[in-house]
């Protein structure tokens, strides 16, 4: 690879002499890319959160999670590359990354931006044939989800990512995405009353502010339980509560294939 700048999803310029060799991804859901992208021998460190592939955590240094993390484990392992996301991690962690070497850093909230993503992987890790199958794959299956629901009638729900306090998705996300095109209106999206990404709420508002049909409870971050549905269900006139995989409506990269297959079984539950 000749030195040639490569832009980020930040709109940072890099400049790499050749492939970078050595990574730590801090992003649990890119871990999991780069690993479906071939590329398990350049990965040197990874999070606590970073659960696959399940051989990772014995056979990578973990340096962290993904808002707190070992600067002095990091640089110790020598990385040419660290890969961030705006959302999981913080702006101070990256300026402190930055320190050690080039942080390449992701923004993903539609999923064009996620073909977009294994793209710059492909042209970064000079692996573009696998990104590219890889995209081809993800396509076919949008197009083909797409048909599976385009009958099935719009539903309103809230998706419920945390207790005390409550917090839901809310628009300019990733989740919100994949609600939106479940055919799920997010009645925290747009919302004046709720704006911002992740609003905290309060169920005794939860009529007025949409009165949902559906409601999801995720099971990451926060692990809901059976008394938990109970409680936010009292809150609504009807709605159906739901446990999901929380990996399924908010991982990014290659997840994305499994979740197409996810979504379609839970429909044909609803």
Not at 19 to 31: A, E, F, G, N, Y
Not at 155 to 182: C, H, Q, R, T
Request: aromatic share 12%; charged share 30%.
């Amino acid at each position: 690879m000749k030195q040639k700048k490569i832009i980020d999803q930040l709109g940072t310029s890099h400049s790499f002499e050749t492939s970078p060799k050595r990574i730590i991804s801090l992003v649990p859901s890119q871990t999991e890319l780069l690993y479906d992208l071939g590329l398990e021998d350049r990965i040197i460190g990874i999070t606590k959160f970073c659960v696959h592939p399940y051989h990772f955590k014995s056979t990578k240094k973990i340096v962290g999670g993904t808002k707190k993390v070992h600067f002095e484990k990091i640089r110790l392992l020598q990385p040419d590359i660290i890969i961030c996301n705006k959302e999981e991690n913080t702006q101070e962690i990256v300026d402190e990354l930055r320190k050690i070497c080039p942080v390449w850093v992701t923004n993903i909230i539609t999923i064009e931006d996620n073909f977009k993503m294994i793209t710059d992987f492909g042209q970064l890790f000079n692996c573009r044939t696998e990104a590219q199958k890889w995209n081809d794959k993800l396509a076919f299956a949008l197009s083909d989800f797409k048909n599976f629901v385009k009958d099935i009638p719009v539903k309103k729900a809230a998706y419920f990512i945390w207790k005390n306090p409550f917090m839901v998705a809310g628009s300019d996300n990733f989740i919100n995405e994949l609600l939106k095109l479940n055919h799920f209106e997010n009645i925290y999206a747009g919302n004046p009353e709720t704006s911002g990404r992740y609003p905290e709420i309060e169920l005794k508002k939860m009529r007025l502010e949409g009165d949902p049909d559906l409601v999801f409870l995720s099971s990451e971050p926060f692990p809901f339980k059976e008394e938990d549905a109970f409680e936010i269900g009292r809150h609504t006139h009807h709605a159906k509560t739901v446990f999901v995989d929380g990996e399924m409506f908010s991982w990014y990269g290659s997840r994305l294939l499994k979740a197409f297959e996810y979504f379609k079984k839970m429909h044909q539950k609803l």
